[in-house]
């Protein structure tokens, strides 16, 4: 079966610590990559997305994100982070024609002052 | 341009019981999938409708219906409430190209 793993599910670092996230899913055929952030209180934002090309792709708020295909993993990253980036990050995959998102367990991230 | 809006926002059942949530999507999208968020846990996807017709189901029970209507907003119907139904649903709108999910506030329900 298809699957999503997140590798951390909680995260601590203090600010203008860098952050990487690890994402790996299982598919062997064409998929679309997601990143989704969730801050307090908030719905679900789109972070960045890849569909094809460039593997790095960059999204909002100074992230980032490689999909490296061998490995089947999309990891998210950050160079310095802000306190204000405390949030729940998600990651999902695409894998049908029509639009099932199937989302990780998602990784919380604290950043202290 | 309006987001993706959910009612209520909170609404607490009694087990046994049927419950309606509402979806209206953003303007200019056609498509609508339905997600639960247990606690703790990401989205599972319920179903996506395009075109006011089920377009791709999850592995949740048949209790778990839907319905999108002409101005593509959705709704989402659970009969026979169980206790495990306790949870976020979350409406997310978008189109078939480019495909890009925008999800609401969600409805957080609670069975009791």
């Known amino acids: 079966a298809q699957s999503v793993s997140q590798h951390n599910h909680h995260v601590i670092l203090s600010e203008a610590a860098s952050l990487e996230l690890g994402c790996n899913y299982s598919y062997g055929g064409t998929v679309n990559l997601f990143w989704y952030v969730q801050y307090p209180g908030q719905h679900l934002q789109l972070l960045l997305k890849y569909f094809s090309g460039d593997p790095l792709v960059k999204g909002i708020k100074g992230f980032e994100a490689e999909f490296i295909k061998s490995k089947f993993s999309f990891n998210l990253r950050k160079p310095s982070v802000q306190w204000s980036d405390t949030a729940e990050y998600f990651c999902?995959?695409?894998?049908?024609?029509?639009?099932?998102?199937?989302f990780g367990a998602g990784t919380q991230v604290v950043v202290t002052p | 341009e309006t987001g993706v809006t959910q009612s209520p926002t909170h609404l607490i059942k009694t087990r046994g019981q049927q419950v309606t949530l509402r979806c209206s999507s953003q303007s200019g999208h056609n498509t609508v999938s339905w997600y639960q968020q247990a606690l703790g846990q990401g989205p599972q996807f319920i179903f996506q409708y395009y075109r006011e017709e089920e377009n791709g189901r999850g592995n949740f029970p048949p209790r778990f219906s839907g319905l999108q209507f002409p101005n593509y907003s959705s709704e989402l119907n659970v009969n026979a409430l169980e206790l495990d139904d306790s949870a976020l649903y979350l409406c997310a709108s978008s189109n078939r190209v480019p495909y890009e999910q925008y999800f609401g506030p969600g409805t957080r329900l609670t069975v009791t």
């Open positions: 999902a995959v695409k894998t049908d024609s029509w639009g099932k998102l199937q």
